[in-house]
């Protein structure tokens, strides 16, 4: 199991997305999970590189899906290891929503546009 796959297993099965689409979102999520671990301050990536070794060897030992055993492993009562799970989830997150193709699925406006709008009314209201 890598980090690849557990950040795919995070991503909502809402809005529905066809296979080709679903790929393309779950690359372009964990592009921007791996993107942001890479940014993170040293002691937050070695910190989680500890906790996701962990969270690894816990799947392992508890078949079943993936995002059941983040789940489980993340309410275990020991310090930190809720960390990955909010870590994961929230950028997984973060990435999906803001995809465009997901934007489109769920009929809202592109990132360009919003900010096209935006732009237009701050212009209006200034004026």
Request: net charge positive; proline share 7%.
């Amino acid at each position: 199991m890598s980090l690849d796959t557990a950040i795919d297993a995070l991503l909502p099965d809402w809005p529905p997305l066809g296979p080709a689409l679903r790929a393309e979102v779950s690359a372009h999520c964990v592009g921007f999970v791996r993107a942001q671990l890479r940014l993170a301050p040293f002691h937050i990536r070695a910190g989680f590189k500890l906790l996701f070794a962990l969270f690894r060897l816990y799947a392992l030992l508890r078949p079943g899906p993936l995002a059941r055993s983040l789940r489980e492993f993340s309410s275990l009562p020991l310090p930190m290891v809720s960390g990955v799970e909010r870590l994961l989830r929230a950028a997984t997150m973060l990435a999906f929503f803001d995809d465009a193709l997901v934007l489109a699925a769920i009929g809202e406006d592109g990132a360009g546009l919003r900010q096209q709008k935006y732009r237009a009314l701050r212009q209006g209201i200034a004026s």
